[in-house]
């Protein structure tokens, strides 16, 4: 069964912390990214990786790292918590080709920064 | 900067009908195509890609592309309640690199 777990679900935290964003997924995809969303808004993109020891940043990514040393584990990790990163965070596992397309997301993170 | 516009909503329909959902990008060596929907409170989940020009079917979905007008839609045929959802565009390069989303349409099928 396709599964992408997300922990914790809810995180509420004080400015200046380090925290990190556990993700794991248990189809064995390649790809797998880190998107930022605000109610109603679109996702950006804040980190991806394209397999194990691979990854890239995308448009926000200044304030965190991500790791993939496992193919099942991208944990993306903000080093100092500011209230604007106040958001949900959304982790995704991808692979296939054009004619056959696989993504799932995870359940999400909030994120409260106060 | 590339960009993924989608037509305002929200948008609403009665039961049974056609929802239209458009979406066009700047960048013309964009590549693959894709549409979510979302419900409220809820992650994306992916219902078509596409990634070569016109018409591609699956089920009561068609999604559509133009290149040439850098333009992708999505037709929903008879339209149900549990349709009600905001639907993403995102658009990408090769391998689906580097998605950028659009802000989403928010569609209501009226019972």
């Known amino acids: 069964e396709a599964d992408i777990y997300q922990t914790p679900r809810y995180l509420v935290i004080g400015t200046g912390k380090k925290i990190t964003l556990e993700c794991s997924q248990t189809m064995g995809h390649d790809k797998m990214y880190w998107y930022q969303q605000d109610p109603g808004m679109e996702l950006h993109l804040i980190h991806y990786?394209?397999?194990?020891?691979?990854?890239e940043k995308g448009d926000l990514s200044s304030e965190s790292t991500v790791s993939r040393i496992r193919t099942e584990h991208f944990p993306l990790t903000l080093e100092s918590a500011r209230p604007s990163h106040t958001s949900q965070y959304l982790c995704a596992s991808f692979t296939g080709a054009q004619s056959s397309y696989e993504q799932y997301f995870g359940p999400g993170t909030r994120l409260t920064v106060t | 900067q590339k960009e993924v516009e989608q037509n305002s909503g929200p948008l609403s329909v009665p039961e049974g009908a056609i929802a239209s959902l458009n979406c066009t990008y700047s960048?013309?060596?964009?590549?693959?195509f894709f549409w979510y929907r979302q419900y409220s409170g809820k992650s994306p989940e992916l219902i078509m890609s596409?990634?070569?020009?016109g018409d591609k079917e699956d089920g009561r979905f068609t999604a559509q592309l133009n290149k040439a007008s850098q333009y992708v839609s999505l037709l929903i045929r008879d339209s149900q309640p549990s349709d009600s959802a905001t639907y993403l565009c995102?658009?990408?390069?090769?391998?689906?690199?580097?998605?950028?989303f659009g802000s989403g349409t928010q569609l209501t099928v009226l019972p």
């Open positions: 995102a658009v990408g390069g090769g391998s689906a690199r580097q998605l950028t």
């Open positions: 960048d013309r060596g964009s590549q693959s």
């Open positions: 596409i990634y070569s020009n």
């Open positions: 990786s394209y397999g194990v020891n691979s990854t």
